[in-house]
Every structure is written in structure tokens, then in C-alpha cells.
């Protein structure tokens, strides 16, 4: 059974840091990739960044490029997103994905999801 739990959300300041977490267990192969994606109150969930299984390629959102940087350790099933001068619009639910294929931004296809972890930002 597949297990994706995020931790290190919480309340910051506009232009503040936080970095996430997911940690990753029940997968049978270690070559998936993971991704990020976010949900705000009454808004569709939207991508924000995935990274293949090997670490190599990754992909961002046009909003969150140069701010926000997605990386993985695969010893110890760990995936990371490193948020940077956050900005208000960046308040949300912040939820990990993976699967065996590179799926990046195909939200409908993950088959794993996290519960997810929540990120609020101030003005």
C-alpha cells in the first residue's frame, strides 16, 4: 500500500522560506517520479513542480520558476520542495503525487497523493 505524507507546511510572511517534505513508502519500484501540486479554497488543483525519479529533469510552473526548487533522496524515499520569497498568491494546500510514469504536470493521472500539508502566507 502506497503512502505519501507531507510535513513542514505552516504560516509565513510574504517573502519568507519553507520547505517541504514527503516522505514516500509502499512503492515496489524505487523509479518513480513525484511532483507537487497546490490547492487553494475554491480553486482547481494546479501543478507546481515534478522531477524525474532520478533527479536529473525537472519541471516548474511558469509562477513558481526561480522561487521554488523540487529535489529528491532517493536513499531514503524522501522527496523536498524548497519555496522562496513566497508570495501571498502561494497560500494553499500543498500536495505530493508519484507515480512510475513521468506524468509531470498530468494532475488526473496520479494514482498516489499525499493528504497533504497546508502553507499560509502573509502580507
Known amino acids: 500500500h502506497v503512502h505519501l505524507v507531507e510535513s513542514g507546511g505552516g504560516s509565513v510572511q510574504a517573502g519568507g522560506s519553507l520547505r517541504l517534505s514527503c516522505a514516500a513508502s509502499?512503492?515496489?519500484?524505487?523509479?518513480?517520479?513525484m511532483a507537487w501540486f497546490r490547492q487553494a479554497p475554491g480553486l482547481e488543483r494546479e501543478f507546481v513542480a515534478a522531477i524525474s525519479w532520478s533527479g536529473d529533469s525537472t519541471y516548474y510552473a511558469d509562477s513558481v520558476k526561480g522561487r521554488f526548487t523540487i529535489s529528491r533522496d532517493n536513499a531514503n524515499h524522501m522527496g523536498y520542495l524548497q519555496m522562496s520569497s513566497l508570495q501571498v498568491e502561494d497560500a494553499a494546500v500543498y500536495l505530493c503525487?508519484?507515480?512510475?510514469?513521468?506524468?509531470?504536470?498530468?494532475?488526473?493521472?496520479?494514482?498516489?497523493w499525499g493528504q497533504g500539508t497546508q502553507v499560509t502566507v502573509s502580507s
Open positions: 509502499g512503492l515496489t519500484r524505487s523509479t518513480y517520479d
Open positions: 503525487a508519484a507515480d512510475y510514469r513521468p506524468l509531470r504536470n498530468l494532475r488526473h493521472k496520479y494514482p498516489y
